[in-house]
């Protein structure tokens, strides 16, 4: 025994002397990281479909929320007839709690969308979960509850879906729907408001704010309809604005050092196939058959606008008044698609001053780039990638993946690799770089709405049936307390045999339903 102990002693200082142990890097929720972990000398898997890189595979049900990894934990948000908060252990992938909210309906949501869309943040001390049917949760990484803060549901069929984010003491919120728009900040001990800013003119739009932070100072970066927004996070104050973005916005900004990039598209947008709206006494001179200034949606002809009538029509009355008709046909007007560069910093309107360069091929509708190593990676549906270089926006490469179809994760990247997982489970790694290839892509046949996360020589991947963990063996993670967070590895070519997925049985499947 002694003799054992002297030998994992000396493995683990000749893996400290490589470089290969390391501390968990600080807690990572959606796009916190900006899709790259902190320690981007750590060993990635390269090849999914390879077994010996699947550390542990935990059953979930469905929901469409990023993971937030902290040290020792993972977190996400379940949708099964109720909605649940999940703690499961990083090392293992067994489930330490569930907590479910009780509410007394579910709000809408697209058909495509879920309740359990926001993605979970963390502290490394608490946990913050957003339900648009029911508001945001605060538990001790334990589950006990520690406040709520009820909202919604919102005047949105399409549901809620921006996530909270953590800026010093705070917890901050965007909700921009059909009406009522607001950004929050609430006080992360005590759940207390501590500023409330509305947005006036926002219409619907489901991107999640980053935190800028330059010379001591926390900025709040909000991408929505037409216009990116900065806000002071100590007292919800405008500051600065871009405007120029589509007229809705589901990605996320993604910041540089210097430089911080917003990619948005949505139907109507693009310079050659536009959606317009005739002036309001030209429409109402054509459809208001019956005279009374409204234009009810038995009236409108088939088409762009009446396609869009649960949008247009904010007062819910099944028909169109003439603020609502020219509210929308200034959005659509004014809407544009495209990817931006912009120097953050500033006062007041910037459009004419702080975007470096614009370009307006493969921009996505949904999922968010990603800045790895000067270059920003795009994917779109169908599994076309384009890759721009940071500093000038030229083109750099565009093709198509092996995993076509829709795509909602956004890439996260790593160890010189980009990982690009799609709606029907195909997940695609990227050799990054100026040429970048395809270097590998793996079927898991399971539909993936969530966006990977990378941390410490881990990837993890959610599907609608379960939660994966990929990692090199060799490496291992320092937890909160000191204990190293290792794969063992058996005598003999692979995993230890005693479990029958082919995993160390401390390490097993744990895929039994909650």
């Known amino acids: 025994m002694k003799r054992s102990g002297e030998n994992r002693i000396a493995i683990l200082i000749f893996l400290v002397l490589l470089g290969t142990a390391l501390s968990a890097e600080p807690d990572v929720y959606f796009r916190s990281n900006g899709g790259v972990p902190a320690g981007d000398r750590v060993p990635l898997p390269g090849d999914l479909s390879d077994g010996q890189t699947l550390v542990w595979k935990a059953g979930l049900p469905a929901g469409h929320s990023t993971p937030c990894v902290t040290a020792d934990r993972i977190f996400v948000s379940v949708f099964e007839k109720k909605l649940a908060t999940v703690a499961l252990d990083r090392k293992t992938g067994t489930r330490l709690w569930k907590r479910v909210v009780k509410i007394e309906g579910i709000e809408p949501t697209h058909s495509m969308g879920s309740p359990a869309s926001s993605s979970p943040a963390s502290d490394g001390e608490r946990v913050y979960v957003f339900f648009g049917s029911y508001g945001l949760v605060c538990y001790d990484l334990e589950g006990k509850l520690i406040w709520d803060k009820r909202m919604g549901p919102f005047q949105d069929d399409f549901g809620a879906s921006s996530s909270p984010v953590l800026a010093g003491d705070k917890v901050i919120l965007n909700e921009d729907h059909d009406t009522g728009s607001f950004l929050i900040a609430l006080d992360k001990l005590s759940g207390k408001t501590v500023w409330e800013t509305p947005r006036s003119g926002h219409t619907r739009s489901y991107s999640t704010p980053v935190v800028w932070k330059s010379e001591g100072r926390e900025t709040l970066l909000v991408a929505g309809a037409l216009q990116l927004t900065a806000y002071d996070a100590q007292k919800g104050k405008r500051l600065w604005w871009i405007n120029g973005l589509a007229r809705i916005v589901n990605p996320t900004p993604v910041l540089g050092e210097d430089q911080l990039f917003v990619a948005s598209w949505s139907p109507g947008g693009d310079t050659n196939s536009r959606i317009s709206m005739e002036g309001w006494s030209t429409a109402n001179r054509r459809w208001d058959t019956d005279g009374n200034q409204i234009l009810a949606g038995e009236e409108l002809p088939e088409g762009e606008v009446k396609g869009r009538l649960s949008i247009i029509d904010l007062d819910l009355d099944g028909g169109v008044n003439q603020v609502e008709w020219e509210r929308y046909a200034r959005v659509f007007k004014l809407a544009r698609n495209s990817i931006l560069a912009i120097r953050p910093g500033g006062q007041g309107d910037l459009t004419g001053t702080n975007v470096l360069w614009s370009y307006l091929r493969g921009v996505p509708y949904v999922t968010s780039p990603v800045l790895y190593r000067q270059v920003v990676y795009m994917v779109k549906n169908g599994g076309i990638v384009t890759s721009l270089d940071a500093e000038s926006g030229k083109l750099l490469k565009q093709g198509r993946l092996t995993g076509l179809g829709n795509?909602?994760?956004?890439?996260?990247?790593?160890?010189?690799?980009?990982?690009?997982?799609?709606?029907?489970?195909?997940?695609?790694?990227?050799?990054?770089?100026?040429?970048?290839?395809?270097?590998?892509?793996?079927?898991?046949?399971?539909?993936?709405?969530?966006?990977?996360?990378?941390?410490?020589?881990?990837?993890?991947?959610?599907?609608?049936?379960?939660?994966?963990?990929?990692?090199?063996?060799k490496v291992q993670i320092t937890g909160t307390h000191g204990e190293p967070m290792m794969i063992p590895r058996s005598r003999s070519a692979g995993y230890g045999s005693g479990s029958s997925n082919g995993l160390d049985s401390r390490y097993a499947l744990t895929d039994r339903p909650l």
């Open 407 to 473: 795509y909602f994760a956004s890439p996260v990247a790593g160890d010189g690799k980009v990982y690009l997982a799609s709606e029907s489970g195909v997940i695609t790694v990227l050799k990054a770089g100026v040429e970048w290839e395809i270097s590998s892509s793996h079927d898991l046949g399971e539909r993936i709405m969530a966006s990977p996360v990378t941390a410490d020589g881990r990837i993890y991947v959610r599907t609608e049936e379960a939660l994966y963990s990929y990692g090199d063996p």
